[in-house]
Structures are given as structure tokens and as C-alpha cells.
């Protein structure tokens, strides 16, 4: 008997049949003997719906406790659909009981709308767990010292759903999905995008924070700190399939390189048209520039991604760095209004229309001249690079947004990632 979480998405959990879909799943896999807790996503659409409401109430520049208010609205979406599959557990025969992220407790930060977990108790869901019942709880969600309840971002279910088999010493953590798997890149920009049996932990923390949607970053992080045992596979099959075979389907999140590892040079194409690009010109160029201005950024809990500072010229330098597109405007405002007044800057622009585009693979770290490869590659397509940035195993540019498609289309040829593994 293994201790098993699993985790649904919104699209697993759209309707109420496919509530009963994924019950009939679970139910299956608790009468194989094995302890189940199950982690549900808001009802696909539901977290748009409510903040769009929310919206409509909303000033031009929301203040007070704007956002502690938006993660109580946002955390009822979780509720509801983890409600309802509890009670769809019970017309299966089983003994089931749901709870709300504060009443594990899930314990959190007080960043609201963008909290991350500190500690979770696992004595409660351990003694439903020993009398028979399968647990379920609300993805995405917890509650802050003062008692508020709290949610992760979004896609934070997945790292709800991680950090609860983290907490319980899960066997295996399986993350059910609207795909079957984690592919090279993504099928409906290339069709002939192929699904990976197995990628490493370093590959998948990569190609999630480069864009890949397949996986949210934290969890994929979460993974990696606790060792969790992580699957990538599809709610759509039929609910009745072997679990054997289940269990063997998808893709794999592994901790070991395997000997064949090596061959696949780049192992994936990732992309994120989510992203902005803000520019301060004519920075003076002395020590604490660069703090002074992405200091103020993360204090207003604004995660930064690629950086670049220009050469010096005549004692001023131009720097460049990106964001979440959804940031651009608080961030703007942010500098214009309290840092380059006393910053001595000429002045701060921005695009929107900007994307993402990355190469990773764990083999890069013993080849030479992949970079380049990708350079010419774009070359030959006329894509302009904007900016660059790598790691040991990726390397990510920045190009204009209408070239994105073009872009992940051209490198998964040029690396010959709709071949075959070898």
C-alpha cells in the first residue's frame, strides 16, 4: 500500500461529469489499497470569473486591502470544486472529507495573491488518512499568521499538490492534466512535438521557468528541494485504464541521469509571450545602481527575469531587465514615480510586445557551440535578438512577440527535436 497524491486541473474538474471521471479514477486507485489525497483546481474558467467581478468593482489604483480580499474571493473557486468532488467520492462508496487550505493548515506568508507555503501540518489528513478516508485539499490556497486566507498564484495548485506529498512523504505525486505528458515543445505551435518518457529535474525546473506551462515553477521547485516523485500525465484517458499501465504512462520527473541522457543535446523548446521589457536610460554608472532599482522592484514583490546592463559611455549606462506582462504597468509607474527622481535617469521606456524563447537540455552542458547554433539559426529566419540569457543547460533570447511561433518552429527543426530519441 503506497501513500499517492494526486492533482487535477481546472480542465480535469470543468463539469460535473468530469468530476465523476476523475472520482471514478481516484476511487480506483483507493481500492487498490492505496492512501489517497487528492489536491483539485478551481473549476476550469471559475479564478477568471471571480476576478473579472472583482474587476468591475474595482478603482483605477486599488489600495487598502485590495488584495488579502481578492485571495478570499479567489480561494472560493477551490473550495467549491473540491466540495463537490468529495461528495462525488461518497456516491462512489467511499468515505471522503475535503478541506480548505486553512484547515490543514496550509501556513503562508502574508504576500497575498502571491504567497508561498512555509509549513504545512500533516496530523489531520495522516488520521483520515488511517481510518480509510480519502483526503482532499483546496490547491492554491493557505492561511497567513493573522488567520487570512491566502493564495499561491496562478497555477499554484501544482504546488500545493507538491508540497503536501513534500509534507506527507508521498510515495508518488501525480500530476493529472488536459495533456499527456511533457513534450519538446508545444504541439500546437509544432504538431510535431513529441512527448518525453522521462526529463530531469534540472530540465523541467528549466523549461518551467522559460514558459512551459506543463508544470508552474514553484512546484517543479518543491519537487527538487523534497525529492518528490513527480508524474506528468493525462485525466483524459478512460478512468478505468490498468493502473499499472497508468502508473507507467506520461512523463516522468527524474533525479537520475540516465546513460542516454547525454545524446539529447537540447531536449526541449520553451516560450513565454507573458513577458515585458523596461528599459532606464542613461543610468549613472557608479556602485548601487542596480540595486536601487530592482530593490524597489522586489519590494513590490515584482519577480525580475532577464537582466542587462549596457557598456558605459560618458559615465552613463542603459539598463534593461523583464517582467510578467500582467507587472509592466505597477512597475512603470513604480519607477517613474519613485525611483527615477532620484536616480539622475533620462528616462524609462517599455515594451509589451516582446516574448521568450529558450533552448534547454541537460546535454548542453558538455557540448560546445549550441549557443551559436541557435544564433545562426534565428539569423537565417531574420529574428532580431533583443537580449540574452543562459545557464549551464539553457539558453534563452529575447525577440519581438510576432516571431515567436516562427522562432520555436525553427529551433525544434534546427535540433532535430521531431526525431526519434536515440
Not at 466540495?83 to 456516491?91: C, G, H, N, P, V
Not at 549551464?392 to 516562427?406: G, H, Q, R
Amino acid at each position: 500500500m503506497a501513500l499517492i497524491v494526486h492533482k487535477y486541473g481546472g480542465t480535469s474538474m470543468g463539469s460535473t461529469e468530469r468530476i465523476r471521471s476523475v472520482a471514478r479514477r481516484v476511487a480506483k486507485w483507493a481500492r487498490a489499497g492505496h492512501q489517497m489525497v487528492v489536491v483539485p483546481s478551481a473549476m476550469s474558467g471559475e479564478t477568471n470569473r471571480l476576478l473579472g467581478l472583482a474587476k468591475e468593482l474595482t478603482p483605477a489604483k486599488p489600495g487598502g486591502d485590495y488584495y488579502r480580499e481578492l485571495d478570499m474571493l479567489a480561494a472560493t473557486g477551490e473550495q467549491a470544486s473540491s466540495a463537490l468532488l468529495a461528495i462525488a467520492l461518497q456516491a462512489e462508496g467511499l468515505d471522503a472529507v475535503s478541506y480548505a487550505g486553512w484547515q490543514v493548515p496550509v501556513k503562508t506568508n502574508s504576500a497575498y495573491t502571491k504567497a508561498r507555503i512555509e509549513s504545512i501540518d500533516d496530523q489531520r489528513v495522516r488520521a483520515d488518512l488511517a481510518t480509510g478516508r480519502v483526503v482532499i485539499i483546496t490547491g492554491f490556497q493557505g492561511v497567513d499568521d493573522e488567520g487570512y486566507i491566502t493564495t499561491l498564484g496562478r497555477g499554484g495548485s501544482d504546488t500545493s499538490a507538491v508540497a503536501v506529498a513534500a509534507a506527507l512523504k508521498a510515495d508518488e505525486c501525480l500530476i493529472f492534466t488536459d495533456v499527456d505528458g511533457v513534450y519538446t515543445t508545444d504541439p500546437r505551435v509544432v504538431p510535431e512535438a513529441r512527448r518525453l518518457g522521462t526529463v530531469s529535474f534540472e530540465e523541467m525546473l528549466e523549461m518551467a521557468s522559460m514558459g512551459s506551462k506543463v508544470l508552474q515553477i514553484r512546484s517543479v521547485e518543491f519537487a527538487g528541494k523534497y525529492r518528490v516523485p513527480l508524474r506528468v500525465l493525462s485525466s483524459f484517458t478512460p478512468w478505468d485504464i490498468d493502473i499499472a499501465e497508468e502508473a507507467q504512462s506520461g512523463t516522468l520527473i527524474t533525479f537520475e541521469e540516465d546513460e542516454h541522457m547525454e545524446h539529447a543535446v537540447v531536449s526541449g523548446i520553451a516560450f513565454n509571450r507573458d513577458e515585458a521589457k523596461i528599459s532606464v536610460l542613461g543610468v549613472p554608472d557608479k556602485p548601487g545602481i542596480a540595486y536601487q532599482i530592482l530593490g524597489a522592484v522586489a519590494d513590490a514583490n515584482v519577480e525580475v527575469d532577464v537582466i542587462i546592463q549596457n557598456i558605459s559611455k560618458d559615465g552613463k549606462t542603459d539598463f534593461s531587465f523583464t517582467v510578467n506582462r500582467g507587472d509592466y504597468a505597477r512597475t512603470m509607474e513604480l519607477l517613474k514615480d519613485k525611483v527615477l527622481p532620484g536616480l539622475g535617469a533620462q528616462e524609462v521606456v517599455g515594451d509589451t510586445k516582446i516574448c521568450k524563447v529558450s533552448i534547454v537540455g541537460i546535454g548542453m552542458r558538455s557540448h560546445v557551440g549550441i549557443a551559436s547554433k541557435m544564433f545562426r539559426a534565428l539569423s537565417e529566419e531574420g529574428i532580431n535578438i533583443q537580449m540574452i540569457s543562459t545557464s549551464e543547460i539553457k539558453t534563452s533570447v529575447v525577440i519581438d512577440e510576432k516571431y515567436m511561433e516562427l522562432a520555436v518552429r525553427t529551433l525544434h527543426k534546427a535540433f532535430e527535436l521531431d526525431q526519434p530519441a536515440a
